[in-house]
């Protein structure tokens, strides 16, 4: 997290702005659950469809969305089970290292 976890979150939600409420909550739920070191968020669809009291099919269409459209990515596969993490689009943390010259 950033600063201070409320800060990170308002900040989530300011980027989140465009995006549907149902949307919304599923980034900031992604924003809000513990993480592995690669970022991924190791609970079910149906376990994190639960904790906003969505049934699984619309947690998963709403998920598969935002994938479509860069917010979230499939980390990591375990048999039929499928981890995602927030992307930087969401996070608002750059990836790319600025490079140096050497002399």
Same mark, same amino acid.
């Given at each position: 997290?950033?600063? =201070?976890?409320? #800060?990170?979150?308002?900040? *989530?939600?300011?980027?989140?702005?465009?995006? $549907?409420?149902?949307? /919304?909550?599923? %980034?900031?739920?992604?924003?809000?659950?513990?993480?592995?070191?690669?970022?991924?968020?190791?609970? =079910?669809?149906? #376990?994190?469809?639960?904790? *906003?009291?969505?049934?699984?099919?619309?947690? $998963?269409?709403m998920? /598969?969305?935002? %994938?479509?459209?860069?917010?979230?990515?499939?980390?990591?596969?375990?048999?039929?089970?499928?981890?995602f993490?927030?992307?930087?689009?969401?996070?608002?943390?750059e990836?790319?290292?600025?490079?140096?010259?050497?002399?």
């Amino acid at each position: 997290m950033k600063a =201070t976890d409320g #800060e990170y979150y308002r900040a *989530v939600l300011r980027r989140t702005a465009g995006l $549907s409420p149902s949307q /919304r909550l599923i %980034v900031l739920l992604y924003a809000m659950m513990p993480t592995d070191r690669a970022g991924a968020v190791r609970m =079910t669809g149906q #376990e994190l469809a639960a904790e *906003v009291d969505m049934t699984p099919t619309v947690f $998963s269409r709403m998920r /598969r969305q935002l %994938v479509e459209s860069g917010w979230l990515e499939q980390s990591d596969r375990f048999s039929n089970i499928v981890y995602f993490r927030l992307t930087p689009r969401a996070t608002g943390e750059e990836n790319v290292v600025p490079m140096r010259r050497v002399m």
